[in-house]
């Protein structure tokens, strides 16, 4: 049972343009979201988050966007850049607090490449 | 410099033996997490952990254990039990409270068991 899906198992943009990965969910508890990013050999890097009350969040390049009614969410990159090929992984939390804190579910990861 | 350590990289163990996968971490975090990771799909959290001697099973618990005597440390053993013990193994810590999503990982132990 899936409940964070990246239907995408991989992208491929040209530098300068916009790179939009996409993650859908199945459970209406989730109500916080993550993107991680992760580079081979390491560990998964937070990248950005965004709770249900909003619909959207901006970091510099990075903006996710939040659809509760469709159960669908994105990171959007742009200007894209040759240092952001990496996986990206998707993660969701109830965020019903208690021993719930910071149990994330994720999604099986969009491998990004940027070519310059 | 503050991070998470996980030793060792490689790991290699023959069937029916238990393994311990190290976890330490410097950042003064409360929480502490395992995770595994195979080919095709997302993290999957067995174990995790809010506090030092208190651990509550993720969602794929069966056949591993863990323990939580210091702050620090949280290691993982991965037992006889557990059916397929090859991975890529991924541990990581986090703040308490509301700050506990933005999770920081370690660099990955990957086990293979022949």
């Known amino acids: 049972d899936q409940q964070v899906k990246q239907n995408s198992p991989s992208l491929s943009v040209q530098e300068g343009r916009i790179s939009i990965l996409n993650c859908d969910y199945t459970n209406s508890m989730f109500d916080y979201f993550l993107w991680y990013k992760k580079y081979p050999a390491e560990g998964p890097t937070f990248l950005i988050s965004i709770s249900s009350i909003k619909d959207k969040n901006e970091d510099g390049r990075f903006t996710v966007f939040l659809n509760k009614s469709a159960k669908h969410l994105s990171l959007h990159i742009v200007p894209s850049q040759p240092g952001d090929s990496a996986v990206y992984f998707c993660a969701a939390s109830p965020n019903a607090g208690g021993t719930s804190y910071g149990k994330l579910t994720f999604g099986q990861g969009t491998i990004l490449t940027v070519h310059p | 410099d503050g991070g998470i350590t996980q030793s060792p990289k490689y790991l290699f163990r023959k069937e029916g033996q238990n393994v311990t996968l190290s976890c330490e971490q410097n950042l003064n975090h409360d929480a502490m997490y395992w995770y595994r990771q195979d080919p095709g799909q997302g993290l999957r959290l067995i174990y995790y952990?809010?506090?030092?001697?208190?651990?509550q099973k993720g969602d794929i618990a069966e056949g591993y254990s863990v323990s939580r005597e210091k702050k620090e440390s949280f290691p993982l053993t991965v037992t006889s039990a557990q059916k397929n013990p090859t991975a890529f193994y991924l541990c990581a810590s986090s703040i308490q409270g509301r700050g506990s999503y933005e999770q920081y990982f370690g660099p990955g132990t990957r086990l293979t068991v022949t």
């Open positions: 952990s809010q506090i030092v001697n208190d651990f």
